[in-house]
């Protein structure tokens, strides 16, 4: 887990943080939760709306993650990066639907609002985002 957590370090610092890390820190702030379970939350969903931004790079993850194999269509292949990351998180019990945490869907509009005030960490994301983006990321992960 140190190895895990030095190179997550590494990459992230190096890529950029993107939108998932923006996303996560108003329901941290506001319900209190983990910032490594928010990001967990909000990972497949921000990963579903960059999908169109980004389509190689989406398909390489699902093949390192082992989907997608002998797959030769890229918006197939790069969709099953978010199956295989919802996967993992069923795999390892970590819910991702914002209700699961007690979270009301009238929030969801604050968070939006309070996810736009961390837009500087949207440069490096594949798609740039509204605060409508932002709103209907939310809800999905609702």
Not at 109 to 116: D, R
């Amino acid at each position: 887990m140190a190895l895990a957590s030095l190179l997550a370090g590494l990459a992230f610092a190096s890529g950029g943080l993107g939108a998932v890390h923006a996303l996560a820190y108003p329901l941290g702030t506001e319900y209190h939760l983990p910032h490594g379970r928010t990001n967990a939350v909000m990972l497949p969903h921000v990963m579903e709306f960059n999908l169109i931004g980004s389509r190689a790079r989406y398909a390489m993850i699902a093949e390192l993650m082992g989907k997608g194999e002998g797959i030769e269509d890229l918006k197939t292949k790069a969709a099953l990066a978010v199956e295989a990351v919802t996967g993992l998180l069923n795999d390892i019990q970590i819910p991702y639907h914002l209700r699961d945490y007690g979270i009301p869907k009238e929030a969801i509009l604050k968070l939006a609002k309070e996810g736009m005030k961390q837009a500087r960490l949207f440069v490096p994301n594949p798609r740039n985002l509204t605060e409508k983006d932002v709103e209907v990321i939310y809800t999905k992960a609702w």
